[in-house]
């Protein structure tokens, strides 16, 4: 008789990675809770296009608001150091630090050898959803033309990865500063099988995700071919580009200044305290030996 299929295992084992309370991982909520709450003044607003993306730039200390338009959209964003394109946001640790998917009091983190927090997510509106715990989603990155060469056997020109390349030429980076993202409004996991998958973005006009900018950033955002990605792109039942545009809406983009008291005692975080020799430090320390 063949072995019978066992049931799903659940895994409660605590997260890997922890901090004191209090340390880089506890960050203090009351602050971020008064961020949200603020007034707030608008410095700049737009809106971008379907199948396009814009790169922009955010003082530390403001708030970034983004939003569904007119119907549900997914985006791809990519953080840079404003003042230091080489360090930017790092999604692999981001995963192991925070959770598979992002929302309020979880943060950016940058790269290495800098490790800290580029910005920290203040306000979501779809964190009381059903599906919470899949939406803003971590573990997939942007899709980006090469794969659709090689799934579909033509060239896209118009796929997150293309478009967050042309948005980011103005401000002196390439393809290659062009980084894995936080996809804004996905619903996204792995199935039953750990295959990854996408679903119908739950955003409605309104829904919005706002995050404080811990250091001077630049920003770009990407509003995926897909829409809201209710039709598959690839495989035997992939829609037509056309079929797919019917589902693709624009974005928007706020940037707000905050007061100056509600960020008397906040400072920008500083970069990793580790003081060993290696990295930005140098390659000079001895291996390690039994």
């Known amino acids: 008789m063949p072995p019978q299929p066992s049931e799903p295992r659940s895994y409660t084992q605590p997260a890997a990675y922890q901090s004191l309370p209090g340390g880089p991982l506890d960050p203090d909520r009351s602050f971020y809770d008064r961020v949200a709450g603020a007034e707030r003044t608008l410095t700049q607003q737009f809106e971008i296009p379907i199948r396009s993306a814009q790169a922009w730039e955010v003082p530390a200390g403001s708030l970034v608001r983004l939003y569904s338009v007119e119907g549900p959209q997914v985006g791809d964003l990519n953080l840079w150091n404003l003042n230091n394109p080489r360090e930017r946001f790092w999604a692999a640790r981001t995963r192991q630090l925070q959770r598979a998917s992002m929302t309020t009091y979880d943060r950016f983190w940058s790269t290495l050898p800098y490790l800290r927090p580029l910005a920290t997510v203040v306000a979501d509106s779809l964190a009381g959803h059903p599906d919470a715990e899949v939406i803003h989603d971590l573990l997939g990155t942007r899709c980006d033309p090469y794969v659709n ?10 796929h997150c990865h293309s478009n967050l390349t042309r948005a980011v030429l103005p401000h002196g980076l390439t393809e290659f500063d062009v980084h894995d993202v936080l996809n804004v409004f996905q619903f996204a996991g792995l199935n039953d099988k750990r295959e990854y998958f996408m679903d119908s973005c ?15 950033l630049l920003c770009a955002l990407s509003t995926c071919p897909g829409g809201d990605l209710s039709v598959h792109m690839w495989g035997p039942e992939a829609a037509s580009t056309e079929e797919q545009l019917e589902h693709c809406h624009p974005l928007g983009v706020e940037v ?15 970069t990793a305290a580790y003081q060993g020799q290696h990295g930005r430090h140098g390659l000079a320390a001895e291996p390690y030996r039994a």
């Open 149 to 158: 060469r090689m799934l579909a056997d033509y060239d896209f020109d118009y």
């Open 202 to 216: 739950p955003a409605r006009p309104g829904d919005h995700f706002e995050f404080f900018a811990e250091v001077d």
């Open 256 to 270: 707000y200044s905050l007061p100056d008291d509600v960020l008397a005692d906040w400072t920008p975080p500083e």
